[in-house]
Antibody, heavy 121, light 108 residues
Framework: QVQLQESGPGLVKTSETLSLTCTVS????????WSWVRQPPGKGLEWIGS???????DYNPSLEGRVTISLDTSRSQFSLNLRSMAPADTAVYYC???????????????WGQGTMVAVSS | EIVLTQSPGSLSLSPGERGTLSCRAS???????LAWYQQKPGQAPRLLIY???SRAPDIPHRFRGSGSGTDFTLTINRVEPEDFAVYYC?????????FGGGTKVEIK
């Protein structure tokens, strides 16, 4: 059974860097592309970025310059670093992926439960 | 960047009715790489449709996706109580993924 689980702080201060990790189980980690999506309270979904199995990353242009996604294949984990956090970055952060051939490359058939991150001064 | 515009913003339906949700793209979606998700309060989104018209495994047949190019539709035939939720479209035909703003399907 494929599972994705986010972990990280629930609260960060303005101007600090958010670091989140997604731990993947039940699937061959090195075979797929992995993504982060966020959702501000009461609002819609926003793609943050994706990292391929080879380590190449694409980012939302609105966040480029502040965001880095990286892989730790040995631990079946991928991580999100978002710098210069502001109150507008308050959101539920999800990790997600397509882990079957039919949804490739980016129709997300697996999601983590999400982790709420609040930004305060 | 491809902008996805969903309409209507909200839709009131009675159980048993048909609901039609629209997703319009600012430019053609490559390969009809368009997905639909259902999201209930406090839950992660759930993939319903991929490739514009293919149902994901275990998704009931009352959910039907259609369309191509820039105009896509999600139809819910005979809405059931568990279908009241927010629905999002997403394009993945370009390396920069985008989501629509969502349609909330409410009980009339």
């Amino acid at each position: 059974q494929v599972q994705l689980q986010e972990s990280g702080p629930g609260l960060v201060k303005t101007s600090e860097t958010l670091s989140l990790t997604c731990t993947v189980s039940g699937v061959s980690f090195s075979s797929y592309t992995w993504s982060w999506v966020r959702q501000p309270p009461g609002k819609g979904l926003e793609w943050i970025g994706s990292i391929s199995k080879s380590g190449g990353a694409d980012y939302n242009p609105s966040l480029e310059g502040r965001v880095t996604i990286s892989l730790d294949t040995s631990r079946s984990q991928f991580s999100l670093n978002l710098r210069s956090m502001a109150p507008a970055d308050t959101a539920v952060y999800y990790c997600a992926s397509c882990v079957h051939w039919w949804c490739l490359p980016h129709a997300f058939n697996k999601w983590g439960q999400g982790t709420m991150v609040a930004v305060s001064s | 960047e491809i902008v996805l515009t969903q309409s209507p913003g909200s839709l009131s339906l009675s159980p048993g009715e048909r609901g039609t949700l629209s997703c319009r793209a600012s430019q053609s979606v490559s390969g009809n790489s368009l997905a639909w998700y259902q999201q209930k309060p406090g839950q992660a989104p759930r993939l319903l449709i991929y490739g514009a018209s293919s149902r994901a495994p275990d998704i009931p047949h009352r959910f039907r996706g259609s369309g191509s190019g820039t105009d896509f539709t999600l139809t819910i035939n005979r809405v059931e109580p568990e279908d009241f939720a927010v629905y999002y479209c997403q394009q993945y035909g370009s390396s920069r993924l985008t989501f629509g703003g969502g349609t909330k399907v409410e009980i009339k």
